[in-house]
């Protein structure tokens, strides 16, 4: 008999962690909705004028740090690890940062712990990497202008 009843409570437990996890993304959507819809807008928009999403390649016409990044975040989702690495090596080190910062806040329900620290770290990785990969000419290549060459062409007019 007590083992039913324990079972119960184990299930009880589950599910009260369950509804807490949902309450916490719930928060955070209802927190962020705005933000979203702006980023989901300017992504079909950028897409549709411009053919890219990359602000940094608007601008400037030229491949970002992040340059691959999502490329090999889709990579590694469908199982192709090596392709991703070779997409943009530092797409690990995001991952394990996403994932860090998600398990702490949906799962513990606390803030991670060195999160700043570690989001740094990787952000001085990831632009040593570009200066590696723009060295050795394995940047991917980018087939645009960029805005600043259009607004100088149109001074010259």
């Known amino acids: 008999m007590s083992r039913c009843s324990n079972m119960g409570g184990e299930s009880k437990q589950k599910e009260s ?14 927190l962020v909705k705005a933000p979203l819809l702006v980023l989901v807008v300017f992504c079909i928009l950028s897409q549709l004028i411009f053919h890219t999403m990359c602000p940094f390649v608007i601008v400037f016409g030229k491949p970002c740090s992040g340059c691959g990044l999502t490329r090999a ?7 192709h690890f090596v392709d991703a690495m ?26 991670p712990p060195l999160f700043v620290v570690l989001m740094i ?33 149109l001074l010259e007019f």
């Open 17 to 30: 962690l369950f509804r807490k996890i949902l309450g916490r993304i719930k928060s955070d959507f209802l």
């Open 73 to 79: 975040g889709m990579a590694v989702l469908q199982g």
């Open 86 to 111: 070779q997409i943009h090596g530092m797409i690990y080190f995001w991952m394990f940062l996403i994932l860090y910062a998600v398990f702490f806040r949906y799962i513990l329900g606390k803030r």
């Open 121 to 153: 770290l990787v952000s001085i990785g990831t632009a040593v990497y570009y200066v590696y990969r723009k060295r050795y000419g394995v940047l991917p290549e980018v087939m645009y202008e960029g805005l600043l060459f259009w607004v100088k062409r």
